[in-house]
């Protein structure tokens, strides 16, 4: 079964500070893309940042990066000088590139992340 | 451009009705998902369409749930006989890509903002 688990339900983080959050996943697949979506009370479900897995090196998207170990199935997600507007749940998420033409976004449960002033 | 529309956005029904949920996707987007969230969860998949083909439809709950995209645009979402169990935003996503098992930037898929349905 393919699984992403997000261990921390909630986390706070103060305003200029950095936060990072955990993900890991269950896949026996090789070639995948993971993601990070952020889901802020308006609802609106915005991409942050995506990972493809045959690629080494960790992806970067401004305050955003990630920590892909991908032998230890671990996407973790660092915010640098957090905002009040990172605040928000953010989600987990990947997609397996196999040979069927599914190509369904696999979700964690999600880390509700609060930005304090 | 624009991005993923969804009508309504608040949707309230009595439980036993009929609702449709739409879709529009990014223009000239191939894939086209549905969602359903449930209050305080992550996403969970209902349906896949690729052109107005429906190639997965392995996450709708129950037969009272349809979905169509007649003309591989706009998509139509349909719960039959609705029940409290229903309520959920339901969210549309698409994304370019193709059925090939290619790499790239591609398999994004990007959301609109959902609709949330209320079975009273």
């Known amino acids: 079964a393919q699984t992403v688990t997000q261990s921390q339900p909630e986390m706070s983080v103060q305003e200029a500070e950095t936060v990072t959050l955990s993900c890991t996943y269950d896949?026996?697949?090789?070639?995948?893309?993971l993601f990070w979506y952020k889901q802020p009370p308006s609802r609106q479900m915005i991409l942050v940042i995506r990972?493809?897995?045959?690629k080494q090196q960790n992806a970067t998207e401004n305050r955003f990066s990630v920590n892909f170990q991908k032998a230890a199935k671990s996407f973790s997600l660092k915010i640098s000088d957090s905002q009040l507007g990172d605040t928000a749940m953010y989600f987990c998420?990947?997609?397996?590139?196999?040979?069927?033409?599914?190509?369904?976004?696999?979700w964690g449960l999600g880390t509700s992340l609060a930005v304090n002033p | 451009g624009a991005g993923v529309s969804q009508s309504p956005r608040y949707k309230v029904a009595k439980r036993g009705q009929d609702v449709a949920l739409r879709c529009d996707p990014i223009?000239?987007?191939?894939?086209l998902f549905w969602y359903q969230q449930a209050l305080g969860q992550g996403p969970e998949f209902l349906t896949y369409?690729?052109?107005?083909?429906?190639?997965?439809k392995s996450g709708l709950p129950s037969d009272r749930f349809f979905a169509e995209r007649p003309e591989g645009s706009v998509s139509t979402l349909k719960i039959q006989r609705t029940q409290q169990e229903d309520s959920a935003v339901y969210l549309c996503?698409?994304?370019?890509?193709?059925?090939?098992?290619?790499?790239?930037?591609?398999?994004?898929?990007?959301f609109g903002p959902g609709t949330r349905l209320t079975v009273l």
């Open positions: 996503a698409s994304s370019y890509l193709t059925s090939l098992n290619r790499q790239g930037r591609t398999d994004t898929q990007y």
């Open positions: 223009s000239g987007h191939v894939s």
């Open positions: 369409f690729q052109n107005e083909a429906q190639l997965d």
């Open positions: 896949t026996s697949e090789n070639n995948y893309y």
């Open positions: 990972q493809e897995a045959y």
């Open positions: 998420a990947f997609i397996h590139l196999g040979a069927g033409n599914n190509r369904k976004l696999i």
